[in-house]
């Protein structure tokens, strides 16, 4: 049996199990940090719109159509990092990165790692979203 297809729905509904996020938005000259946690969404004109006590989030399903995991060591920390960068289109700079927060010293909690493992066995080398329904 073929593997689930990959859309913005199924990514969004992936984050609601991976606890705190490190979101990273990259726009222009300007790189912006913030811890949260994803929340329920709903579609509307187009747009994937999660609104939390913590962010508002419109997230176009026209232009988001390429996702990338990454489990790799953080050049600085030297320490394992996960994550998933967001793109218009594989050859072009992610517009967003997510990385699985965890404090430090600390480990991944081994749940949250799990689900985000299962999916990266997927999306390590990167997959063009479809703009169907969630799965």
Request: with cysteine; aromatic share 12%; charged share 25%.
């Amino acid at each position: 049996m073929p593997a689930p297809r990959w859309n913005a729905p199924r990514f969004l509904d992936l984050l609601q199990h991976l606890g705190r996020l490190r979101v990273i938005s990259i726009s222009g000259p300007s790189v912006f940090e913030a811890l949260c946690h994803a929340g329920p969404y709903e579609e509307r004109g187009g747009s994937l719109n999660m609104i939390t006590e913590e962010f508002h989030w419109h997230l176009d399903r026209k232009r988001f159509r390429w996702l990338q995991s990454h489990d790799d060591t953080h050049a600085r920390s030297n320490r394992r990092v996960l994550y998933f960068e967001l793109s218009e289109q594989p050859e072009l700079p992610p517009f967003l990165r997510i990385y699985v927060y965890r404090p430090a010293h600390s480990e991944f909690d081994p749940t949250v790692e799990a689900a985000f493992l299962a999916a990266h066995g997927e999306l390590e080398k990167g997959r063009s979203l479809e703009l169907g329904e969630s799965q």
